[in-house]
Every structure is written in C-alpha cells, then in structure tokens.
C-alpha cells in the first residue's frame, strides 16, 4: 500500500515538473474518438491489398498549430530555413531505446517475437513467463508486471554526459503501442500501469538540468501490422491451433483486468487476412488496407495525435519517426496500410508551435529515407553511414551496443563506438549509439566501463568532434584505398576490425584548424604520413603547414611538410588509446 502512494505521489510530482516546460501556447487537441468497430475477419492471407499508386493520398483533419508552415512537404522546405546550430554543436549523442520489451533479454523485437515460434524470444518467453496461449501470459500481462525500479534518469544522464553525448533520443513509443508517458490517446501507458511513472517528463527535467538536447521517437507506424504474431497459434505441440491472446480484442472482457484499458488499443485488428502480412521475417511488402478504411482513418488520427500530445507536454528539441520509407503512411515499406499525410500535419504544427513559443525554429524532425533537398528534415542511416561526404541534407548516423533492446552477452568496446564515430563526423554528419539497459533499469557493469572510456577518449581529442564540419577530404588510406569500419551493430566484427597507421580521418573543427584524426594507436617512433597535406598536393593544401600538435600530449612533435606528406614522428611515453588526433594549423 505504502508503494502504491509512492508511486501515486510520483507521478503527481512528475506532472508538475513537466508543466514548467509546456509554454503557455499549446495546441488545442480534441478527446480521443472512440475507436470503430473491427469488421469480421476474413481466412489468412485471402485478400489482396489496394495499390498504394492507386490510391489517392488522404487529407487528414486532425486539429494543428497554425502559422507559416502549412501540412506540405513544399511550405516546410520553404519556410524551415537553416538547421539548428545546436546539432552541428553537439555532434555525439546517445539512444534511449528503453521499454517493457526489455523485459524478455531478447534482443529487439521481442513484443512481436514473442509469438513466433522458432524466435529466441519465443524460447525466452515461455521459459520466463509461459506459454503465450495460455492465460496471463500474453504481452499485455507483461506490460502490467514490468516495473524497471532502479530506472533513474537523472543517473543515466550524468553517466551519457560524462562519455561525451550531448543530445539525446529517447524512446516515446515503439512498434509494441506502449506509450512510455502520461499519454492522453493511449491508456496502455507507463502512468496507468507497469511502472506508473511519466518515464518523458523524468528524462526531460534530467536532460534539460544537464543543460543538453533532447528528441523523443515515435515507432507506432509499424505497429498495425507488426502485432499480427498475436492472432497466430502453434501448429505442433501441445498447444497446437490454440490462439495467442490477440484473439481476446473481438470479445468482450469481463471482470479481467485489462477491461478498462479496451485491448483493441493495444493490438489492434487482425491483419493476417491481408496477402503479405505474416509472410516475411521483417516489414511486409507495399498495400492498402482495403477492408479497414474507417479503422486506418481513425488509427493514423491516433497516432498523429500522440505525437502532437507529447510535443505540448515536453517540448522535445526534436521528434524522430521510424519507418523505412520516405514518410509515414506512404503505403509502402513500412506505410503499409494507408497513405495520407498526417507527418506532413504533424511536423508543419510542430515547426508553428516551435516558432511561436520560442521565436525561432530551433527545432527539427528525423524521417528516415527522406529525400535530399528538403530542408527542415533530418535523415539517418542506421548502423551504416554515407559512402563519402554529404552535405546535401543534415543526417545523423545510429547503432546499438548489441541490439535495440537488452541481450545477454553483448560486446561492450569503446573503440568501436569511437571509431563509428569518426566515420560519420568525418563525412559532415552526427551519430547517436544505443545504450543497452537491462530489465531493472542498470546498466551492465562492463557497458559503465565502456562509457567511461568513451568519456576520457572524448576529454582529450573532442576538439575536433563538437562544432566541427567535415574537411575537404573525410580521409586516407594505405595506397590510396580508404578502409572503412563494417557496417552493422556495435559487436564483435566492429570490435576487431584492424587499422593502420596510414588509416586518417579528416574534420575542420570549429577554430578553423585541420584534425586529422589516424584510427589506431601508433607505436614510439614510427613515421605516420598524410599524403593529403604533401606540399605538392594542390588539391587538399594551397597552404604550408604552421604547426602540428597531438591532442593529449604536451611535448613538442617531430614533423616536417614535404613534397609528398606531411611526416610525423609519433612521440615515445604517450599513454593514448584507440585513435589519436593532430592539430594541424595551416598558414
């Protein structure tokens, strides 16, 4: 009883912490509409899906912020301008991708997983909580019992500042529709249940007393129809044609204690009449729901509207929508399902709101595989990065440590996430890593090791990091031949991956100078080259070089700028790891 109060008086208090961020101009957000009736359930896989190229684009209606931006990819770019110094400032920052799907240790996905057999979430679920056709087993149950205790923002933040981040992503909502929030469209959320607490307005007061940035995501696009695993069954065993307890949102509850929660807002209709959905491991192929017109009309209003909820209460810097196409709601990729522009509604209030409360658009919105050439929009390449330079739109590289959610046996390695790094700021971009938080709410204690690593590398060479652009070359290798870090998440492949002493990357830093950054640690003695910065070499250098300085040591270096390179005598008693930084100061 006593924890129930506590927990009461919390979220009482995280309340009115987060009303001292909503300026007084917020956008006026009508109720919730109930949500329609589901239609009766065709046999899987028996109807096919509209042509999204046929289906002509829907004009949603929900209510926005007025101002200049109108809902047009067109107004945006014209009326967006430049994009907020801050980021190019910040440069580094670091994922939150923490929710109740970390309770299974499986890796990401596992909401959905959890009802495909042959899925190590699958294994992981029944070993942990029981078979999902059984009762109190599903995800739902899940959700009511998950409660990180040891979940200390404030900590956390401290610990990513320290390592060097200076923005944030944290997680709003993802494909598993739990809003992590006191959300007002969505009751399966962190306040009415699991941990109850306001885990956004937590973050917020945390980040904002760090005097950092900070951006919530928003992955509920997928959702309708990623929870089609829960209106499967097993097909052997003894559990065999036994339906998951998707099948419990065409009955009504009574006297259970999801009731008050309505579960159709959790998993939605069933999907798997639709050819394609259920088919592939991943996202299904493009298609228009054709049979859930009404329900695709209110679920895209849904979804807009939480995004507009959390822009009044927090005030994010900004909002990141996941997907796998140009935008949300295209029809195609991931916007299967419907094709309407509500993220061109979201963003155009977003930016007027943005304008009216703080004078400025300091502000942006991430939309993956959105094209180039658009201003006001941010792109990301997760776990990769750009072939070469790009400078044509901002864009910000991302992995996990591990996985997007928290897995045993993860590989923690603070040079592989310095190295990813270096790749992206070199080619003019910034980059966000995802922490791994395990069920409780900690960290590992080899994940603390590694940020603290992280920290010391970033004390000592961040000169070339924060504010920095990329230079007129991203770098160098041995004979000419760039080698690039592997693609992929941080784990063992990028932990081993070997550089030389030929291996450079380039950055301007903000006081004008040349950092040449070389990927690995040289021994005392040895002679490192930049044939970039050769006297000769018009093309990089119409300057001779000044001077030359490593980062971290005090000594004066041993150089000199000939026709072909610049050479340089690496010093002896130099304690630096992973990768070591030159100032070269051009006259």
Not at 333 to 362: H, P, W
Request: glycine share 8%; charged share 25%; proline share 5%.
């Amino acid at each position: 009883m006593k924890n129930n109060k506590f927990r009461c008086f919390a979220v009482v208090i995280t309340s009115l912490l987060s009303s001292v961020y909503c300026l007084s101009q917020q956008t006026v957000l009508p109720r919730s509409n109930p949500i329609p009736d589901f239609p009766p359930v065709a046999a899987e896989h028996s109807v096919a899906m509209g042509e999204p190229s046929d289906f002509e684009e829907v004009k949603m209606s929900f209510p926005i912020a007025e101002g200049i931006f109108e809902p047009s990819w067109e107004s945006i770019h014209e009326h967006y301008g430049e994009y907020p110094a801050w980021l190019r400032e910040a440069k580094f920052g670091f994922w939150v991708h923490f929710g109740p799907q970390a309770s299974g240790m499986s890796g990401d996905w596992y909401a959905k997983r959890m009802y495909e057999k042959g899925e190590t979430a699958y294994n992981n679920h029944i070993r942990d909580f029981g078979h999902p056709a059984t009762e109190g087993c599903g995800y739902k149950d899940v959700l009511r019992e998950w409660n990180p205790e040891k979940y200390d923002p404030k900590r956390l933040v401290k610990i990513y500042r320290d390592a060097g981040a200076r923005f944030l992503f944290i997680q709003g909502v993802h494909h598993d529709n739990f809003d992590l929030w006191d959300s007002q469209f969505q009751p399966w959320n962190s306040v009415n249940m699991g941990p109850r607490r306001d885990l956004l307005s937590e973050w917020a007061s945390a980040v904002r007393e760090a005097k950092m940035r900070f951006g919530v995501t928003f992955h509920h696009e997928y959702t309708w129809w990623w929870w089609e695993s829960a209106f499967r069954s097993d097909t052997d065993g003894l559990y065999a044609g036994v339906q998951y307890d998707g099948k419990l949102v065409y009955s009504k509850p009574s006297g259970k204690w999801w009731e008050k929660y309505d579960l159709r807002m959790l998993y939605g209709p069933n999907f798997r009449e639709y050819e394609g959905i259920g088919v592939r491991r991943w996202a299904p192929e493009k298609g228009i729901f054709i049979n859930h017109q009404e329900y695709a009309y209110w679920y895209a209003t849904n979804w807009a509207l939480r995004i507009l909820d959390v822009i009044n209460k927090y005030d994010p810097d900004f909002i990141y929508t996941d997907g796998n196409d140009v935008q949300p709601f295209s029809g195609r990729e991931s916007g299967t399902g419907y094709k309407c522009d509500a993220a061109q509604r979201v963003i155009a209030s977003y930016y007027n709101q943005a304008l009216r409360n703080r004078g400025v658009t300091d502000v942006f919105s991430i939309v993956k595989f959105h094209p180039a050439g658009r201003r006001g929009i941010v792109t990301t390449f997760e776990d990769r990065f750009p072939d070469d330079i790009k400078t044509d739109q901002a864009w910000i590289g991302e992995n996990p440590v591990g996985d997007w959610y928290y897995g045993p046996d993860f590989v923690y390695d603070a040079g592989a996430v310095i190295r990813f790094l270096l790749e992206c700021v070199s080619r003019d971009g910034c980059y966000a890593v995802s922490i791994p938080i395990r069920p409780d709410g900690t960290l590992e204690p080899a994940c603390e090791q590694m940020l603290s690593e992280i920290g010391a590398w970033m004390k000592i060479n961040s000169a070339g990091i924060y504010g920095s652009k990329a230079w007129k070359k991203l770098g160098e290798g041995k004979n000419g031949q760039l080698q690039v870090l592997p693609a992929g998440k941080i784990g063992r492949k990028l932990a081993d991956f070997k550089f030389c002493n030929d291996d450079f990357r380039f950055t301007e830093g903000k006081d004008g100078h040349l950092y040449a950054y070389c990927m690995t640690v040289p021994e005392a003695g040895d002679e490192l080259t930049i044939e970039s910065l050769g006297s000769a070499n018009g093309e990089y250098v119409n300057n001779t070089v000044k001077s030359v300085e490593l980062l971290g040591c005090k000594r004066k270096l041993r150089w000199k700028q000939e026709a072909d390179a610049l050479h340089i005598t690496y010093p002896a008693d130099i304690n630096l790891k992973t990768a070591v930084c030159f100032r070269v100061r051009l006259k």
